[in-house]
């Protein structure tokens, strides 16, 4: 249970955060699906990556820092280069893909808009979260998981599927 207490805290930090937006989107202002987001994104990850995160997270708001803000406004900017947040990229990008072309009907959103907004999540990622965060990357590739199905099993399940073939029905 570690590691739902570790997601717990990421939903947390990251609620406190966007409540200082103003987003126009009704559906991500519910907090409970806010927080049911986050952590579906984050569950594939390692403990170790997690705790790195919430610390990453933590320091932001003791520099009141708003991550999101910045990730925010990265997503109208566009993203910088970044050696390892090419690499993610290039590994989670065919992970979305091999999902939605497995799941048509549960993926609808454009490659390029999920890209565009992992690079600019990552990039609000401290070196060493990032470094652990390609390692779980790397671990999961070897033993043939795809983080995205992860994600979105763990998120499905939490509304009440079984499986992600129920839910492309």
Known sequence: MKKEKLLERIANLGYEM???LKMKNEE?????????MRKARFYPLSEETLGS???DLENALIHS????AVKYKCMELGPVSDEM???IAKIEVEWMKELRSKYPNIVKDKIE???RYLRCELLTFSKYTLEKYYQDILSMKKMGINMAEASY???FKRIG????EEVGK
């Open 18 to 20: 966007f409540e200082r």
């Open 28 to 36: 991500c202002r519910k907090e409970n699906t806010f927080k049911l």
């Open 113 to 115: 808009d999920f890209e």
């Open 53 to 55: 995160y919430i610390q």
């Open 65 to 68: 820092q708003n991550l999101l």
């Open 153 to 155: 099993l763990y998120l």
């Open 161 to 164: 599927y079984e499986s992600l």
């Open 85 to 87: 947040v090419d690499k």
